[in-house]
């Protein structure tokens, strides 16, 4: 099921500095917003937050009207999360068992399929987060949130990766994503954060 994503003057702190405080936005079925902002302004924090890896202070998070996301997420960190001594179809095995989707759709979306029986240990940085990207899309979950995901991916690569989350979208799929490079979405709304924070869509 997709749906509205609300987030309602959600507060959090890192270590033992607020980096939130009191940050508010909804996005729609389909909606693509990027967190911008100065190193340390507390994107990261807030795409940990809504992915339930991090603690709120105070505030609500709701999608589709429900307080329960689990399920519903697809995160994305600044590790690609791949286990080496796995093949490139093996690392995505999990996330297939659990949502029914194939594997192997979701290798050609990022041109993986040539290196599906391939080590990931013998993979490139932009191989690996090109898999990565691809356990998203194995998922099924509707809302993506995304911390610099283009980090190692050459430029054909990049334009791949708009076409997956082109295709999300027309789904109805939501994108989060925290980003210091242009990222191949179309008319996002943007969220500033490290000042009182303003949404602009």
Same mark, same amino acid.
């Given at each position: #099921?997709?749906?509205?994503?609300?987030?309602?003057?959600?507060?959090?702190?890192?270590?033992?500095?607020?980096?939130?405080?009191?940050?508010?936005?909804?996005?729609?079925?389909?909606?693509?917003?990027?967190?911008?902002?100065?190193?340390?302004?507390?994107?990261?924090?807030?795409?940990?937050?809504?992915?339930?890896?991090?603690?709120?202070?105070?505030?609500?998070?709701?999608?589709?009207?429900?307080?329960?996301?689990?399920?519903?997420?697809?995160?994305?960190?600044? =590790?690609?999360?791949?286990?080496?001594?796995?093949? $490139? %179809?093996?690392?995505? $095995?999990?996330?297939?068992?659990?949502?029914?989707?194939?594997?192997?759709?979701?290798?050609?979306?990022?041109?993986?399929?040539?290196?599906?029986?391939?080590? %990931?240990? #013998?993979?490139?940085?932009? =191989?690996?987060?090109?898999?990565?990207?691809?356990?998203?899309?194995?998922?099924?979950?509707?809302?993506?949130?995304?911390?610099?995901?283009?980090?190692?991916?050459?430029?054909?690569?990049?334009?791949?990766?708009?076409?997956?989350?082109?295709?999300?979208?027309?789904?109805?799929?939501?994108?989060?994503?925290?980003?210091?490079?242009?990222?191949?979405?179309? $008319?996002?709304?943007?969220?500033?954060?490290?000042?009182?924070?303003?949404?602009?869509?």
């Amino acid at each position: #099921m997709t749906g509205p994503l609300a987030v309602q003057a959600v507060s959090a702190f890192r270590g033992e500095r607020l980096v939130l405080d009191r940050v508010s936005f909804s996005l729609d079925a389909g909606g693509a917003l990027l967190l911008l902002g100065p190193n340390g302004a507390g994107k990261s924090t807030l795409l940990r937050v809504i992915a339930g890896l991090c603690r709120m202070e105070a505030g609500r998070i709701t999608y589709a009207g429900s307080d329960e996301l689990a399920g519903r997420v697809g995160y994305i960190g600044h =590790q690609d999360a791949i286990k080496p001594g796995l093949t $490139a %179809a093996e690392n995505l $095995a999990f996330a297939s068992a659990l949502s029914g989707r194939p594997v192997a759709p979701a290798l050609a979306s990022l041109d993986l399929t040539s290196l599906a029986d391939l080590p %990931a240990r #013998m993979l490139s940085a932009g =191989q690996k987060r090109r898999l990565a990207l691809a356990r998203l899309v194995v998922s099924g979950a509707p809302l993506w949130l995304l911390d610099e995901p283009t980090l190692g991916l050459d430029t054909a690569s990049v334009a791949r990766f708009g076409a997956v989350l082109a295709e999300h979208r027309a789904r109805g799929g939501l994108v989060i994503a925290a980003t210091h490079l242009p990222l191949p979405l179309e $008319a996002p709304g943007e969220l500033v954060l490290g000042r009182a924070a303003a949404l602009n869509s």
